[in-house]
């Protein structure tokens, strides 16, 4: 006797409720592995990189502990333990606490996709609904977390989430009747055709003849698929700052109107693509654009990212749904139900080994663009079905849901991005109207992509540390990196300062140098550094300051990379050369992280340029490491017109810098 699911789509529900608790806990722990368990930069990449990946090679484990104690207590339990990290996240411990709790909430989560597979035959329709929800999700909060938020309103939202998971486990355990290990066979495990296509979910416990269902060449994609969703064709961060681009010259970016608009198209593609059976003729098209996005992505100008990003959504819907079209070779149930739990742990174990070799790689030093590449072909093989061992049914034997509900849900998830969209602007202005300063503050901070010692992402603490700044220039600005939970830390930032950016890419279109000001900005250019050995990219960023009545300044933002046990002097003299001339007899400030200290080669540098040490009156001025100052890296150098007071290093745990501001008093012709 079959054992029927109570609701069609419970499944298809539950895995995308959970998908969106475990990316939750994923943003959490990836940053926190380069901010609390090691230091990006100064702890081998190499250890941080082991570290992380050792925790999904342990979850290979998990397939073994569903045959052993069953699909639905396994499941339940890890999705309680996920719950459980999820909510302790909630309340931002930071820390060491703040690693185990995700470490341990990851584990869960993995255990859980684990057997949410065993159970799950028809993975692509929870899988697509999951990682668009986790995306717009994101877009909705503006990229910030609801785990940094640390007010009732976050707390109600995380608790509805994972009380809804819960409920939903709970009622597919009952509903499956599961009550024996995946691996015990029954003897009359085939469902009704309807019922098994409709909501993919099958009693683990129970073989036959029918009911294999799909196997793991679906659950093998969902790693590359969170992968690729999250680093660029679902990324609200990424949507906003392809925008950005647009709305700056030069290679520069600047704040653009609806930053979060592409994610509306990429999204309703996505959908669309995801749940539609391709004909045969268009087989070979998701394949296609999932490559050209990557291309574009890791090779492309930034002006081509809204580009990449709406063709690999595009791309890898349609890949999802053409993996949903291959049957696995039919066999016992127990079979089956574990070889797509290895897939599903398999997915993700390589998604931390393409996430570690990506980011590596800013820290060792190599090409890395071709890395979402193969992650792209990878997909695209076991999509055109290079290991297929059965032949592939019509559309109409595999479609589950109707043209009515794709269309609705793409339109919906349209909306919801443009009403993200709308929500987060930014809309930032600025004005000269009331006429030249006589003084202005000017900050100079190294955010480290907005993480604090503490390994807490914390808007508060850099705003206040930056406190009533008129320019500010900013280093180690990331906007969507994966790596660090998809945050663009720079809009977040500008508009808490409710202040216009300009921003230059230095360490690909994601990670660089800014500069906000409360007065509009003219003539913004950048120059790459010479690397000379450097593993991460550099660049210098000049933006002109517009005060009205012919009064300006010349801002030039940076910092500098120096190569493995050396001075920076090679980038030092480019950055010196490319200001003064950019200044062209403007007064002229040049400012960040210099990785140098006074008296070092590349230091004296711009004093040779004709440029003063701002912060001389108060040296030594040590910035770094934050929680315990004893480096001189961080200044502020000023053109001779320029009177330079008050300068001062803010006491600030926001970073692992602290930030130097001085008051400059303007020349008065």
């Not at 691996?183 to 296509?197: D, K, L, N, S």
């Amino acid at each position: 006797m079959s054992t029927v699911p109570r609701h069609r789509h419970l499944g298809t529900a539950t895995l995308a409720l959970g998908l969106v608790v475990l990316t939750d806990v994923l943003r959490v722990f990836l940053p926190s592995v380069i901010t609390i368990f090691g230091q990006a930069a100064s702890t081998p990449a190499e250890l941080l990189g082991a570290f992380a990946l050792g925790w999904f090679v342990l979850a290979l484990a998990a397939p073994a502990l569903l045959r052993w104690l069953g699909a639905g207590p396994v499941g339940l339990a890890s999705a309680v333990v996920l719950g459980a990290a999820r909510l302790a996240l909630t309340a931002a411990p930071g820390g060491r606490t703040q690693l185990w709790l995700a470490t341990a909430g990851l584990l869960a989560g993995l255990v859980w996709l684990a057997a949410t597979a065993a159970r799950v035959t028809r993975a692509v329709p929870g899988l697509a609904f999951g990682l668009t929800a986790g995306g717009l999700g994101h877009a909705l909060f503006g990229t910030y977390d609801l785990v940094w938020w640390q007010q009732w309103e976050a707390w109600a939202v995380s608790v509805g989430l994972v009380a809804l998971l819960l409920l939903a486990e709970v009622a597919g355990v009952r509903g499956t009747g599961e009550v024996q290990p995946a691996g015990v066979a029954g003897a009359a495990g085939v469902q009704p055709a309807g019922v098994a296509g409709a909501a993919g979910v099958q009693p683990a416990g129970v073989a036959g003849a029918g009911g294999a269902g799909p196997g793991g060449q679906t659950w093998l994609l969902a790693g590359p698929a969170l992968l690729l969703a999250g680093m660029l064709a679902l990324s609200p961060a990424v949507a906003g700052t392809a925008m950005s681009f647009w709305s700056g010259s030069a290679g520069t970016a600047g704040p653009p109107l609806f930053a979060l608009a592409p994610l509306s198209l990429a999204a309703a593609l996505f959908l669309i693509g995801a749940l539609t059976p391709p004909a045969r003729r268009w087989r070979p098209l998701p394949p296609a654009l999932l490559l050209v996005g990557t291309v574009l992505f890791g090779y492309g100008s930034p002006t081509l990212l809204a580009v990449a990003m709406v063709l690999t959504a595009a791309g890898l819907g349609g890949c999802l749904a053409l993996a949903e079209e291959a049957p696995t070779t039919v066999g016992a149930c127990g079979r089956a139900a574990t070889r797509r739990a290895y897939a599903a742990v398999g997915g993700m174990v390589a998604f931390a080994v393409a996430t570690v070799l990506y980011y590596a790689a800013y820290d060792i030093g190599y090409p890395n663009g071709a890395i979402p590449v193969l992650v792209a072909v990878l997909v695209g093989l076991i999509a055109l079905g290079r290991f297929r061992t059965a032949p592939v049914p019509s559309p109409e034997a595999v479609a589950t849901i109707s043209t009515e509900v794709r269309l609705v849900s793409a339109t919906m998830a349209a909306v919801v991005a443009l009403a993200a969209a709308w929500a987060h602007g930014p809309w930032l202005v600025a004005s000269n109207r009331e006429g030249p300063p006589a003084q202005v503050r000017l900050v100079a901070y190294n955010i480290r992509m907005g993480f604090g010692m503490d390994g807490r992402f914390d808007l508060a603490a850099l705003e206040a540390a930056i406190g009533r700044a008129d320019v500010v220039v900013l280093s180690e600005v990331d906007r969507g990196w994966l790596l660090n939970g998809g945050h663009d830390t720079l809009h977040l930032l500008a508009d808490r300062l409710q202040m216009p950016y300009v921003f230059a890419p230095a360490a690909g279109a994601l990670w660089g140098d800014a500069v906000l000001s409360h007065w509009p900005v003219r003539q913004a250019r950048t120059r790459p550094l010479p690397a000379v050995g450097a593993p991460t990219g550099a660049q210098a960023l000049g933006v002109t300051v517009d005060f009205s009545e012919g009064v300006r300044l010349a801002v030039v933002s940076t910092h500098l990379q120096p190569p493995p046990g050396a001075d920076p002097v090679v980038q030092a003299r480019a950055v010196a050369e490319f200001a003064t001339g950019y200044a062209d007899g403007a007064p002229l400030v040049v400012a960040g992280d210099f990785n140098t200290e006074p008296g070092d080669a590349a230091f004296t540098t711009f004093a040779g340029a004709g440029l003063r040490d701002a912060l001389a009156s108060a040296r030594p001025l040590p910035t770094s490491p934050a929680d315990d100052p004893r480096a001189q890296i961080d200044h502020i150098f000023v053109s001779p017109e320029l009177t330079a007071t008050d300068p001062v290093a803010v006491p600030s745990t926001a970073s692992d810098h602290l930030p130097v501001a001085v008051t400059l008093t303007l020349p008065t012709n």
